[in-house]
């Protein structure tokens, strides 16, 4: 694999997980890999929960029985919302990646307005938070809602 | 493999993944006609979706994809935290980890394929 340039991050882990004093691109960036890291875990901890089905039903039983808490269930709605923002995003991120959200070059003049951040990547990253909301809610009617309501 | 294809594969497989997680969460959730949250991952559901070859494939397919992209982001996580100089334990690292994965997710998905059809 290509090495990678060495870079000095004097700052740590706060260098690039710190949107303040950025414009929104910068926040949807680090929300991105947050939700990413989020996902990630999850994601591990996923694989090795579900192995537990091939135990047979007392253990996929008694694992479920253990997880289905109150202390669990916001957990997984946290998941469920970086999951949504993370994919909802990213392809926002594919489209800036193939150029087509991000406007045309121009010369940098002051005060350095990014011309990537126009009226196209604001409403693409608008609709992606919009979106992002109602798939969460989407999902707590899902989680919280549906099964006391439907008697289940 | 070089960076840049490393990268476009993040790209394709993060595309893929969208279609993919549609589907898993399509498998049981109320809101498209599914059992449900909790109804929707008893055993008997389980085992009566893990009888049907194509999700068997599909989960496989599923979770190489997933282990792809969430290693490929954790890697540049890590290089970017740690610096350039860990990247080959990094590489190692998340290599192990994510071949981990795969191989015990698909052992279980087999497994349990093999289970429902009561072989």
């Known amino acids: 694999m290509a090495k990678v340039r060495e870079v000095r991050n004097r700052r740590g882990l706060l260098g690039w997980l710190n949107p303040t004093k950025f414009n929104l691109e910068r926040w949807a960036y680090t929300l991105h890999r947050v939700t990413g890291f989020i996902v990630a875990v999850y994601f591990y901890m996923h694989v090795v929960v579900t192995g537990f089905r091939a135990g047979g039903r007392e253990v996929w039983e008694s694992i479920m029985a253990t997880l289905s808490n109150p202390l669990v269930h916001p957990l997984e709605l946290i998941v469920w919302g970086s999951l949504f923002y993370h994919g909802l995003n990213g392809i926002r991120l594919t489209l800036a990646e193939l150029g087509l959200i991000v406007g045309k070059p121009s010369r940098p003049i002051y005060p350095y307005k990014p011309t990537s951040l126009g009226k196209t990547q604001r409403a693409v990253l608008f609709l992606v938070m919009i979106m992002a909301v109602i798939l969460i809610i989407l999902a707590g009617v899902e989680m919280f809602i549906l099964p006391a309501g439907g008697g289940g | ?119």
Do not use: P
């Open chain 2, 1 to 119: 493999m070089r960076e840049s294809t490393l990268w476009l594969l993040h790209i394709i497989t993060g595309l893929l993944l969208v279609l993919f997680f549609a589907v898993h969460l399509a498998e049981f959730s109320a809101l498209v006609g599914g059992a449900g949250y909790e109804e929707g991952l008893t055993y008997t559901l389980l085992s009566e979706r893990a009888q049907n070859i194509l999700y068997t494939v599909f989960y496989i397919v599923f979770l190489a994809t997933v282990t792809y992209h969430a290693n490929y982001g954790l890697r540049v996580l890590l290089i970017e935290w740690l610096g350039g100089r860990w990247e080959k334990a990094i590489n190692i690292l998340l290599i192990l980890l994510g071949l981990a994965a795969v191989l015990y997710g698909s052992y279980v998905t087999i497994t349990f394929h093999l289970m429902s059809v009561g072989v």
